[in-house]
């Protein structure tokens, strides 16, 4: 059985935890939801950042089946990288929308890996090389390594 002072921090921790989240995560635009669901005939008429063209160029995309399937298997920023040819300005657009996400997260990502990396117990040591290689998005292969040597 809890005390009643220990469910009231958890009750107070959990209220500013939501405010925190609201100040980080607003209601997301309904506007930009196009890009995640190109294929949603719903989001159309809310992307309101699009010209009348870019809105005939995404009804265009979304009736595109070969399209739909490498939408499906694909992330969604390789998905608007591969069409950039036939959909230039869609996806710069949407490109452009979906690399703030990247950048704040990487940045994110780094900083607690340094704080994981550099705890009271190894505060004297140099993170650099280590925060390099933690945040690196390939697998080093250690045989190799363990052969040079």
């Known amino acids: 059985v809890m005390s009643r002072e220990i ?11 939501k405010l ?8 997301p635009e309904k ?3 196009w890009i995640s669901s ?5 989001f159309f008429q809310k992307a309101t950042s699009l010209s009348i063209v870019e809105k005939e160029n ?23 990288v591969d ?8 996806s ?5 929308f979906l690399l703030s996400f990247t950048s704040t997260e990487l940045v994110e990502r780094a900083f607690f890996s340094y704080i994981f990396i550099k705890n009271k117990y190894r505060n004297k040591l ?3 090389p280590d925060l390099r290689l933690y945040l690196a998005s390939f697998e080093p292969n250690i045989k190799k390594l363990c052969n040079l040597k």
Do not use: G, M, V
Not at 92 to 96: M, P, Q, Y
């Open 126 to 128: 140099n993170a650099a």
């Open 31 to 33: 506007e930009n939801n």
């Open 83 to 90: 069409i950039r040819n036939e959909y230039e300005r869609l």
């Open 7 to 17: 469910k009231k921090n958890i009750i107070e921790h959990l209220e500013r935890l």
């Open 92 to 96: 710069d657009k949407a490109i452009e």
């Open 58 to 80: 995404l009804i265009e995309l979304s009736c595109d089946t070969t399209l739909k399937s490498e939408f499906k298997r694909k992330q969604l920023i390789n998905f608007w």
């Open 38 to 42: 190109p294929f949603n005939e719903e």
């Open 20 to 27: 925190s989240f609201k100040k980080y995560f607003s209601k």
